[in-house]
């Protein structure tokens, strides 16, 4: 079993809807959990981070970590065409022999159409 | 402007050459990472390295080699030894162990004919 989970879609949407993106995790040890959006041929860049459980919200995006179930969201309101892109989640811990290393989940590829 | 530049952006290479991919950064970051990513598999680590003249092997290091010989540099070695070396390589730092935020480069094609 890997220890970052994610359905890799395609998910495909129309203009406005909300978008839920998930990721479940098998390592109770991670504390930090971040999603990256990366464009078609860039590289992944940070939107949002959390630390341990909990809610945060930056705009549109909503991001939300239950530790007792060990499933991960993000929630994107009023989607655009922009935001068109694979979303990584990711995650790490906060000490012992690992600390510094990210743990990806495969990716979800979302599409927003106009 | 600071950041990570990653070269070059293609490349291609003969079945039984090595190649080295570079990665730069001028973030005064401690931390480096070297990841693959293909189709459908998200990242995977290489190698990483927490400080100057030190570096860890992540979950895919066979066939791969890098040094650390300055804070701001980590070239990627693809030698021939690795089997299925077509692939994205993403190089990424970070200021040191504790932050969470990596900061990627635009990355590396490598394509094997």
């Known amino acids: 079993q890997k220890e970052v989970e994610q359905d890799p879609g395609p998910l495909s949407v129309p203009e406005g809807a909300i978008v839920s993106l998930n990721c479940t995790y098998s390592n109770s040890a991670f504390q930090y959990f971040m999603w990256y959006r990366q464009y078609s041929r860039k590289g992944p860049e940070l939107l949002m981070y959390?630390?341990?459980?909990g809610n945060k919200e930056d705009g549109r995006f909503t991001a939300q970590v239950d530790k007792s179930s060990k499933y991960i969201s993000l929630f994107i309101r009023d989607s655009q065409p922009s935001d068109s892109a694979t979303y990584l989640c990711?995650?790490?811990?906060?000490?012992?022999?690992?600390?510094?290393?990210?743990?990806f989940g495969r990716g979800t590829q979302l599409t927003v159409w106009p | 402007d600071g950041g990570i530049t990653q070269s070059p952006k293609y490349l291609f290479r003969k079945e039984g050459q090595n190649v080295t991919l570079s990665c730069e950064q001028n973030?005064?970051?401690?931390?480096m990472y070297w990841y693959r990513q293909d189709p459908g598999q998200g990242l995977r680590l290489i190698y990483y390295s927490q400080i100057v003249n030190d570096f860890q092997k992540g979950d895919i290091a066979e066939g791969y080699s890098v040094s650390r010989e300055k804070k701001e540099s980590f070239p990627l070695t693809v030698t021939s030894a690795q089997k299925n070396p077509t692939a994205f390589y993403l190089c990424a730092s970070k200021p040191g162990l504790m932050n969470t935020e990596a900061f990627f480069g635009q990355g590396t094609r490598l394509t094997v004919v």
């Open positions: 973030l005064n970051h401690d931390a």
């Open positions: 990711a995650m790490s811990v906060s000490r012992g022999s690992t600390l510094g290393r990210l743990y």
């Open positions: 959390t630390y341990s459980s």
